[in-house]
């Protein structure tokens, strides 16, 4: 275990918009024409302040087509809960992961249309050498901060210093650990981050420990961003509401009371052209239900949390509401963790396995409606494509009622935690599944909050992971959740030859090999039957059809740089 | 004569019209929970219970009376064992809550003095708490077992019986035969016992019914809340919860545990408003005769 007490499953079970899929990353998204009975009660178009051509826009911004947009107009944006934080080193709930990707803050590189790492704030790939641990990254001469400050390579190295910093305990310290003396810094045992230094102004180094090919995933982060150290200096703990970025949209205001956060267009944001909003408002604390009404109504423009399984429901059941879902691919998988130090039976591998061929997934699917996909394997379906060789567990009663048998027929009685939904439902359903092999649980509902002290505290014998991709390899899963001391390796799972294959793969850059020796870690993982893997998330969300040039990041969120909406 | 008995019948029927009717309602819903282990497994999720799409099953469909819940449970089984549940938090609620509530009133009004003064006061500190605030508070402490549900209802509602218990009290205390009996040198207890008690009866039986419709009120309405009982456990109130979000699409998982809930309140309430109109709280006429 980390000494983070923020881990990636509290990230991950909450970031919904911070996921991705490789080859996804970036390309999902629609563009749909505006229909006219619609456009007269747009939200987007009410209030635009200046209107006409922007002026070209490169084609080197990464990601989704950008240019051929109008200026000016208004989106709004509806969350179920408001954002953790808005300072890049701590935001990981929807809310806040989305604002600090795609509004705030610009990261070096970003998911290409294709999924490969572009260019974003760095002026250029970076060039590697030294066997793949030494990067060296030019960076753009004319990014700015909101303030008109310009960003130098001093704002970057700030940056990632501050998320190793202890006191700070950002989720995301973990993903850079294989920057030269970055461990140190974690463990308060430096003061700077020995593995980075400026060349100049616009010039970065960075030593790594070990070859790494995700490295240059982790610079595609909104963690990895620059901050202005004045700024934060001035504001301290209030950072995160006085949050001044490098990204599209500046911060215009934060109203905690009334629930909203408004971001206006920033004139000086480096991809000239862009964004072509005016403002962006964020609300939140509105129930689904609530926010299906609004948005059919026409007073919000997008619902940021994806549909849960109820509002799905609905939407499949109304035609006039089908048109606004959105589907948006991306890797994503849920699972049952299950303590072993605490109930003592989990520790009988037939048993693990036995509850894994239990779990009718098909019954969950149908309950879950589309909100996911059933699926029996540790890692999502499309994230090893060809090279997977573990076959994902079914529905076999007889299969599981033998193991138990196998097992010495022990007396398993756990206490399944749940928070919001699916999750109340899923528990509810493997409470009668499991009943079938002589499995007694008993079920315990608290706020996503309340759960994840129970996990940090080993107060819980199972409960929901929910896994949402922000790099296209498994490797993203493996070394939160699966390797010895992954941040969000709740049950302590530890295995050496994860571990190592894990390793050598981080080493690999031949994704084909890659891809191979992390087919090996899933068999390992899914034949200890780690967990019980119930299934592939798919994101679905509800917008406005009428808005122009809607994309949609399974990492970041909504590209509001180059969304529009017509005059 | 059968013909005289058969007429004085159908006179004391619609006389006690409001009487009957309540009791014949409260009749059937405490039936209804007796006979819930023939309508099925209420935890069952059969896959067929939902359709294709995941939807749930509406009334009188696929063999289900009252249809099927998001799960694919069956809503026939789920309402039965649901009435269990919420009669039971109901009746023992019921009788805890105003059993304590004559005691504190009964022992206020007799022994007077500091006694008096004690008990009221915690009395008028709970009639000021706000019923529901206070009723998530107290259930996130006690927790959400049948046993604390009650032990929750108990406390909001004990209060009130407390106050118009004491007041009627009060005023048999000044009268002549227990003044009398005090006296005569009859302990305390047995007068309580003997002479008070006996004379708050339809008191108390008109209180127990009207608190009663409150107790499931306030039961149900915990739950729905998610402080009460917790899912699979089947309870009206939960299940106002979890059908609260699909009116438009699957109306039934809400209007069943309503009709549920309406129909025992209105039980309760009918039953307490024909006691109360011929007892002491009949000074004035009921809503019901207007």
Same mark, same amino acid.
């Given at each position: 275990?980390t000494?983070?007490?923020i881990?990636?499953k509290?990230?991950?079970?909450g ?60 989106v709004?944006n ?18 806040g ?5 795609e ?7 970003a ?15 970076p ?8 990067y ?9 901060f909101h ?9 970057y ?32 045992k430096?003061k ?18 070990q ?10 982060q ?15 703990d ?12 500046k ?26 909003l ?12 609530v926010q ?22 609905k ?8 048109k ?11 699972w ?23 779990t ?6 149908r309950?879950m409606?589309d909100e ?12 090893l494509?060809?090279?997977?060789t573990?076959?994902p ?6 299969k ?16 399944f ?20 092999i002589?499995v ?10 309340a ?21 296209p ?10 390797e ?7 049950t ?5 030859l ?42 679905i969300m ?15 969120g ?8 017509k005059? | ?11 004391a ?8 009717v309540g ?37 009188l469909s696929?063999g289900?009376?009252?249809?099927t819940d ?13 009435a ?26 007799f ?6 003064? %004690? ?5 008028? =500190? ?5 019923? &529901?605030?206070? #009723?998530? @508070? *107290? +259930? ?16 909001l ?15 048999l ?10 006296a ?14 006996p ?14 419709a ?25 299940m106002?919860?979890?059908g609260?979000g ?5 109306p039934?998982?809400? %209007? ?5 809930v =309406? ?5 309760? &309430?009918?039953? #307490?408003? @024909? *006691? +109360? ?11 019901l005769?207007?």
């Amino acid at each position: 275990m980390t000494e983070h007490p923020i881990t990636r499953k509290t990230l991950l079970g909450g970031v919904g918009a911070g996921v991705l899929g490789v080859t996804l990353a970036g390309c999902g998204g629609s563009s749909a024409k505006l229909p006219d009975e619609s456009a007269a009660t747009n939200a987007a178009s009410s209030t635009p302040s200046s209107s006409g051509n922007p002026g070209s826009v490169s084609a080197k911004v990464p990601g989704p087509p950008s240019a051929g947009g109008t200026r000016g107009g208004r989106v709004i944006n509806v969350f179920d809960e408001e954002g953790n934080s808005y300072d890049p080193a701590i935001g990981y709930s929807t809310t806040g992961w989305e604002a600090i990707s795609e509004l705030l803050f610009a990261a070096l590189y970003a998911y290409g249309a294709d999924g490969s790492p572009e260019p974003n704030a760095a002026a250029a790939m970076p060039k590697i050498t030294h066997a793949g641990k030494r990067y060296t990254i030019p960076l753009r001469t004319d990014v700015t901060f909101h303030n008109g400050r310009k960003v130098v390579a001093d704002d970057y190295i700030y940056a990632w210093e501050r998320v190793l910093t202890p006191k700070l305990q950002s989720w995301a310290s973990s993903y850079i650990y294989t920057i030269k003396g970055a461990k140190a810094m974690a463990a308060g045992k430096a003061k700077h981050l020995s593995g980075v230094r400026a060349l100049d102004d616009h010039t970065l180094e960075v030593t790594l420990t070990q070859p790494d090919v995700t490295f240059l995933y982790a610079l595609t982060q909104p963690f990895m961003a620059p901050v202005p150290r004045e700024v934060v200096e001035k504001w301290g703990d209030r950072f995160s509401t006085h949050v001044i970025g490098n990204g599209p949209f500046k911060l215009a205001s934060y109203d905690s009371q009334g629930q909203k956060m408004v971001f206006t267009r920033y004139d000086g944001y480096f991809w000239k052209g862009l964004p072509y909003l005016d403002e962006v408002e964020y609300r939140w604390g509105v129930d689904q239900g609530v926010q299906l009404l609004e948005l059919r109504r026409g007073d919000v423009d997008i619902l940021g949390y994806g549909l849960n399984p109820q509002s799905l429901t609905k939407v499949n059941a109304s035609p006039a509401l089908k048109k606004f879902e959105f589907t948006q691919p991306l890797f994503a998988s849920r699972w049952i963790n299950l303590d072993k130090t605490r109930v003592p039976a989990l520790k009988i591998r037939a048993v693990r396995q036995a509850l894994n061929w239990a779990t009718d997934r098909e019954q969950l699917h149908r309950v879950m409606g589309d909100e996911a996909t059933a699926w029996g394997a540790p890692f999502p379906i499309d994230l090893l494509g060809d090279a997977r060789t573990f076959k994902p567990y079914t529905y076999d009663l007889d299969k599981a009622k033998a193991l138990m048998k196998q097992a010495g027929s022990p007396k398993v009685e756990l206490t399944f935690w749940v928070t919001i939904a699916p999750e109340p439902a899923i528990g509810q359903l493997l409470q009668q599944q499991w009943k079938a092999i002589g499995v007694d649980v008993k079920l315990k509902q608290a706020s996503t909050d309340a759960v994840n002290d129970l996990i940090l505290k080993n107060k819980t014998d199972a409960w929901v992971s929910s896994y949402y991709a922000i790099y296209p390899t498994a490797i993203d899963v493996i070394s939160q959740y699966w390797e010895t001391g992954g941040a969000a390796n709740d049950t302590d799972y530890s295995s050496p030859l994860v571990d190592r294959l894990t390793a050598k793969a981080r080493r690999t850059p031949d994704k084909a090999k890659r891809d191979a020796l992390l087919a090996q870690v899933e068999q390992t993982i899914g034949d200890d039957a780690a967990g019980v893997f119930i299934g592939n998330i798919n994101w679905i969300m509800a917008r406005d059809p009428a808005l122009e040039n809607f994309h949609y990041s399974g990492v970041y969120g909504t590209y509001y740089d180059r969304l529009w909406v017509k005059a | 004569m059968p013909a005289t008995r058969a007429a004085t019948a159908r006179r004391a029927l619609r006389e006690h019209r409001t009487l009957v009717v309540g009791c014949l309602l409260l009749g059937g819903m405490v039936l209804f929970a007796l006979v819930a282990p023939l309508f099925g497994n209420p935890y069952a999720t059969p896959l067929d219970g939902l359709t294709e799409s995941g939807q749930s099953h509406g009334v009188l469909s696929h063999g289900h009376l009252l249809g099927t819940d998001e799960l694919g449970r069956d809503m026939l089984a789920r309402s039965a064992e649901g009435a269990r549940t919420s009669l039971e938090i109901a009746f023992l609620a019921n009788i805890t809550s105003v059993g304590l509530g004559v005691l504190v009133g009964m022992a206020a009004a007799f022994y007077r003095g500091w006694i008096e003064q %004690l008990l009221m006061r915690i009395t008028d =500190v709970f009639l000021s708490i706000p019923t &529901v605030i206070s #009723g998530l @508070a *107290l +259930a996130a402490v006690i927790g959400t077992t049948v046993i604390g549900i009650v032990a929750v209802v108990t406390a909001l509602y004990w209060a009130w019986a407390a106050r118009i218990v004491f007041g009627e009290a009060l005023a048999l205390r000044r009268r002549t035969f227990v003044e009398a009996a005090i006296a005569s040198g009859v302990p305390g207890r047995t007068v309580i016992r003997r002479h008070i008690l006996p004379n708050l009866s339809s008191l108390i039986l008109t209180l127990a019914a009207l608190n009663g419709a409150a107790v499931v009120s306030i039961g149900s309405g915990l739950s729905y809340l998610g402080a009460g009982i917790q899912p699979p456990t089947p309870e009206w109130g939960n299940m106002l919860a979890e059908g609260a979000g699909a009116l438009d699409y699957s109306p039934h998982l809400l %209007l069943v545990p309503l009709a549920c809930v =309406v129909l025992t309140v209105f039980s309760f &309430v009918l039953i #307490g408003e @024909a *006691l +109360a109109r011929r007892g002491a709280l009949s000074l004035r006429r009921s809503w019901l005769d207007i």
